[in-house]
Structure formats: C-alpha cells, structure tokens
C-alpha cells in the first residue's frame, strides 16, 4: 500500500462508452500524474497537476480529460476510446515538483476498448 | 537517441549472485535518478533514489551514479527469486520537473 489508491482496478468499456478513473492520495502530496503503460513500451506521461492547476499535457488526445477538483484527488475521464488506448494506466502523486521529490504510484486501472 | 535507456534483457542471475542493471540517460544536466520496480501485473514500486556521484547502499540495493558517464547502475546482491521483476530506471532531465522513464530490464532469479 502505497497511499495511491486507483478505482477502478480493471475496466471493459466499449468505443462509444464514457467512463472515469479515479486517483485518491493520503499522502499529503501537491503533485499528481497521469502515466499511461502499454505492452513493451516505456511508460508514458499523460498529464501533470501541480497544486490542483495542470502543469502539462503531453499532446494526449482529447478523448482524454483529466479533472483535479483538490491536491488529494484526481481523475481522468474517457470517452470515445479506440482498441489502442487499451493499456495499465497509472496515477501517481510527489510532495511537488521539485527536482529531488519521489513518485509514489497507484496499483493502476487495466483498461480493455472492445 | 532516447532519453532514457536499459536493456531490455531478459537478464537471468542464479540465487545468490549479484544482479547489475545499467541505465543510460541523454541529458547531461539532469540531477535525479530512480530506480523502481515492477512485478508482472502490478504498479512501479520506488527501490530508490540518487542524485549524487557515487555509490548509495540500502539493504541488499546499491544504486551508483557517474553524472560525467551519463550513467547510472542498481546492484543486487544476494539475488533471491522474488526479486524477480522489471526494474525501470527514471530520471527527471533539466528540461521536465517529471520522470522520463525508460523501458525497463526484465530480471530472473533462478533458484
């Protein structure tokens, strides 16, 4: 246990379905992630929040939408997915951004596009 | 040329030997390096972090780094079975305040 907690941990949804994962922190951390891992390739960074404001997007397509409501949670809303976004996804969370902060990951969301 | 890179093995040490995993890094001013974990099926687990020249030791772990060499290496010793896993190197480069992961080295303990 980590103090990342993702929901849910594994999810079927269709191309046409909208869906959200959640990320849920206790660690009191101000930084929070959105990797992506898909089969045989380095994990990928979706986005990143930094006191609840996003710092980056790295040119993820729009049927991804992340929302930070507060430092302690985030989430990544899905819609209109293709049979290649299916992958791990993985929250993380630091204290920040400084250079010297460690990452703590999620157990991650295994999701399938059918 | 990635920014970030290890072989991807797999890598296979009997139990009991020493494990070395190697990662290289393109950018020369990046100053933090980690080294995680990851067991078939499951999430990136942090082993451990350095930003300094030279050897860090915890446990059975040490992490070494020559900033000059753009390198960066982990060492098991005393190899057990269920260090068995994918061990990913990441560094966070001067131009990003996050992790650059690379591919990761598929490691095997046998018994």
């Known amino acids: 246990e980590t103090g990342v907690t993702q929901t849910p941990r594994h999810l079927v949804m269709g191309m046409t379905n909208k869906k959200s994962l959640k990320c849920e922190q206790h660690?009191?951390?101000?930084?929070m992630y959105w990797y992506k891992q898909s089969a045989k390739k380095p994990l990928e960074l979706m986005f990143v929040y930094n006191f609840k404001e996003q710092t980056e997007n790295n040119s993820v397509p729009s049927r991804f939408s992340p929302e930070c409501p507060n430092s302690s949670h985030l989430f990544l809303h899905l819609h209109t997915l293709q049979p290649e976004d299916s992958a791990l996804y993985l929250c993380?969370?630091?204290?920040?951004?400084?250079?010297?902060?460690?990452?703590?990951f999620g157990q991650g969301t295994r999701l399938t596009v059918v | 040329q990635k920014e970030v890179e290890q072989n991807s093995g797999p890598l296979s040490v009997p139990e009991g030997a020493i494990a070395s995993l190697n990662c290289t890094y393109s950018?020369?001013?990046?100053?933090?390096f980690f080294w995680y974990r990851q067991y078939s099926g499951k999430s990136p687990e942090l082993i451990m972090s350095i930003y300094s020249n030279g050897d860090k030791e915890d446990g059975r772990f040490t992490a070494q780094l020559n900033k000059a060499s753009q390198y960066v290496s982990l060492l098991i010793r005393d190899s057990q079975p269920s260090d068995s896993a994918t061990y990913l190197c990441a560094v966070k480069l001067s131009s990003a305040r996050q992790l650059t992961f690379g591919s990761g080295t598929q490691l095997t303990v046998l018994p």
């Open positions: 993380a969370s630091s204290q920040d951004n400084a250079w010297d902060t460690e990452a703590f």
């Open positions: 950018d020369r001013v990046s100053q933090s």
């Open positions: 660690l009191g951390h101000n930084a």
